[in-house]
C-alpha cells in the first residue's frame, strides 16, 4: 500500500523579462519535489505546446527551460507557460503552475515611413512658412527606441541649401516652405527626410519628398515685335496694290508663365480705318480685309492687345505704324519724324567740334604772333642804347670821321647785330655836338676790329 502523496512544482528561478532571445536560450530554471517515496515520487514535466519553449532535465528534480524559437517582441511582447509535473504512482498525480514571460525590447528595428516616397504641391508666391506636407514613420521598437525624429538631409536646390527652401518639424513631419518660391525660376526640387529613432545606437532611414510648384498667371504677355514705342520707330510698308487677305505685318509676343496661363490672344482695339486690317486671334498676323484703294489714307496706325488666357487675364499694347506705299521716299516728313532725334544729336556733336577747332586754332595763331614779336624786340633790348666808348679803347688804325686827325670826346655807337651773325653793322654817329653835323658811317663787321 503507497502512500498517498501529490507532487510539488516549485519554480526556483525564472526570468519574467528578458530579451529578444535566439534558439536554445535558457531562460528559467524549475524545482519538482514529491513526499512520497520509491515509484510514487519520480516525476515526468511537461510544458504545452503553443509556446516557444521546452523542458531540458538540469541535475535530480531541476529543468531548464529553453527556447526554441527565435523571440521577437514586435510579434509577441508575453508568454503564459503552463508546466505540469506527473508522478510514477497510481494512480498518477500531477499538479501545474503558470509563469507570465515577458520579452524586453531592444532597438532592432529602424524607423520605416509610410510610403515609399511623398509629393508636395505648392503654389508660386505662397507665403513664407506655408505647409507643404507632411511625412510619418512608425518605429515598432518600445518607449526610446521607438521614438522617432525628424530632420533634413544636407543638400543645395539651385545653389543654395535646402534648409533656405524647406524645414521639418523634427516631432511632427510637418514640412513648411522657408521662402516664396517663382515657377518661372524652377518648377520642382528634391529633399530628403530623415527619420531616426532615439534607441543606442540609434537607427534611421530616408525618404524622399518631390516638391512641385504651379504656376500663377503673375506675368504680362512681353512683345517682342514690334519694339515698344521710345526704342525705335518702326514702320511697315504696305504695297498699294495689296490685295484683301495679303499679309502685311506680324505682332509677336510671349508669355513667361506656362499653360493656359501663356495662352496668348491678339486683338486690334483701335486703327485709322477699321475696316481696312484684321490681325489673326492666335497668329498675331495682320493681314488686309479688303484691297486697298486710292481713297485709303497713306499713314495707317494699329493698336494691338496681347492678353493671355490666365485668371485674372492680363495683357499689354503695341502700336504698328503702316505706310501705304510703294517706295518710303514718297513720304518724306515720316524719315524726318523718324530721324529727327539723331539729326538733333548730330547736329550738336557738329557745334561742338566746330567750337573746338575754332578756339585751337585761335590760340596757336596768338601763340605764333606772340613768338614772332618776342624774337623781333629782343635784339633792340639787350643792345639798343648810347655807349660812350673811351678813345683808349679805339685801335690806333682808325681815322676820325671829321678829318682833323683826333676823336671827339663823346660819340654816339648803334650796334645791329644778330645772334650768330658774321654780317652785322655798326653804325657811327658824329659827336653830341651841336655845332657839328652828324655823320652817318656802317662798318661792315667783318672789318671791324671787334670781333
Known amino acids: 500500500?503507497?502512500?498517498?502523496?501529490?507532487?510539488?512544482?516549485?519554480?526556483?528561478?525564472?526570468?519574467t523579462s528578458f530579451f529578444n532571445v535566439s534558439p536554445g536560450t535558457e531562460v528559467g530554471i524549475i524545482n519538482v519535489q514529491d513526499r512520497d517515496s520509491e515509484t510514487n515520487r519520480q516525476v515526468r514535466c511537461s510544458i504545452q505546446q503553443n509556446v516557444p519553449f521546452k523542458l531540458v532535465p538540469s541535475i535530480k528534480n531541476y529543468y531548464s527551460v529553453v527556447s526554441t524559437g527565435q523571440l521577437d517582441r514586435e510579434l509577441v511582447s508575453d508568454y503564459n507557460i503552463t508546466i505540469?509535473?506527473?508522478?510514477?504512482?497510481?494512480?498518477?498525480?500531477?499538479?501545474?503552475?503558470?509563469?507570465?514571460?515577458?520579452?524586453?525590447d531592444i532597438n532592432d528595428n529602424p524607423p520605416v515611413f509610410e510610403e515609399q516616397s511623398y509629393s508636395a504641391y505648392v503654389s508660386e508666391n505662397n507665403k513664407p512658412g506655408s505647409t507643404?506636407?507632411?511625412?510619418s514613420a512608425r518605429d515598432p521598437d518600445w518607449r526610446q527606441n521607438g521614438t522617432v525624429v525628424y530632420s533634413l538631409l544636407s543638400g543645395e536646390v539651385n545653389g543654395a541649401p535646402v534648409s533656405s527652401y524647406v524645414s521639418v518639424n523634427g516631432d511632427t513631419g510637418v514640412i513648411h516652405a522657408v521662402r516664396s518660391f517663382d515657377y518661372e525660376q524652377f518648377r520642382s526640387f528634391k529633399v530628403h527626410v530623415m527619420a531616426r529613432d532615439n534607441g543606442s545606437p540609434p537607427l534611421s532611414s530616408n525618404v524622399t519628398v518631390s516638391v512641385f510648384i504651379s504656376d500663377v498667371n503673375d506675368n504680362s504677355p512681353q512683345i517682342l515685335y514690334p519694339a515698344p514705342e521710345g526704342n525705335s520707330f518702326m514702320?511697315?510698308?504696305?504695297?498699294?496694290?495689296?490685295?484683301?487677305?495679303?499679309?502685311?505685318?506680324?505682332v509677336i509676343a510671349v508669355d513667361a508663365d506656362s499653360g493656359q496661363n501663356a495662352w496668348l490672344s491678339y486683338h486690334i482695339v483701335k486703327s485709322t480705318d477699321p475696316g481696312l486690317f484684321t490681325i489673326g486671334v492666335h497668329s498675331g498676323e495682320i493681314r488686309t480685309q479688303r484691297d486697298i484703294s486710292e481713297s485709303d489714307s497713306m499713314k495707317q496706325n494699329l493698336i494691338v492687345s496681347v492678353k493671355d488666357n490666365g485668371?485674372?487675364?492680363?495683357?499689354?499694347?503695341?502700336?504698328?505704324?503702316l505706310l501705304i506705299s510703294d517706295n518710303l521716299a514718297e513720304v518724306p516728313e515720316l524719315k524726318d519724324i523718324s530721324y529727327d532725334e539723331k539729326?538733333?544729336?548730330l547736329t550738336s556733336y557738329l557745334i561742338?567740334?566746330?567750337?573746338?577747332v575754332s578756339t585751337f586754332f585761335l590760340t596757336f595763331i596768338i601763340i605764333i604772333m606772340g613768338v614772332r614779336f618776342c624774337r623781333r624786340r629782343k635784339p633792340r633790348l639787350l643792345f639798343d642804347g648810347a655807349v660812350a666808348i673811351p678813345s683808349a679803347y679805339l685801335p690806333p688804325n682808325y681815322a676820325d670821321v671829321d678829318g682833323t686827325g683826333t676823336l671827339r670826346s663823346a660819340y654816339n655807337?648803334?650796334?645791329?647785330?644778330?645772334?650768330?651773325?658774321r654780317t652785322s653793322d655798326f653804325k657811327f654817329v658824329s659827336s653830341y655836338n651841336d655845332n657839328t653835323l652828324p655823320t652817318l658811317r656802317l662798318t661792315d663787321r667783318s672789318a671791324a676790329p671787334f670781333n
Open 235 to 250: 514702320t511697315e510698308l504696305v504695297p498699294k496694290a495689296a490685295h484683301g487677305g495679303s499679309l502685311v505685318s506680324k
Open 343 to 345: 539729326n538733333s544729336k
Open 413 to 421: 655807337y648803334d650796334a645791329y647785330l644778330t645772334t650768330g651773325s
Open 1 to 15: 500500500m503507497t502512500d498517498k502523496g501529490f507532487s510539488l512544482l516549485r519554480p526556483i528561478f525564472f526570468f
Open 352 to 356: 561742338i567740334a566746330l567750337v573746338c
Open 84 to 104: 505540469t509535473a506527473t508522478d510514477e504512482g497510481s494512480p498518477p498525480l500531477s499538479s501545474s503552475k503558470t509563469v507570465q514571460l515577458s520579452v524586453a
Open 311 to 321: 485668371q485674372p487675364s492680363l495683357s499689354a499694347t503695341c502700336s504698328m505704324y
Open 132 to 135: 507643404l506636407c507632411s511625412v
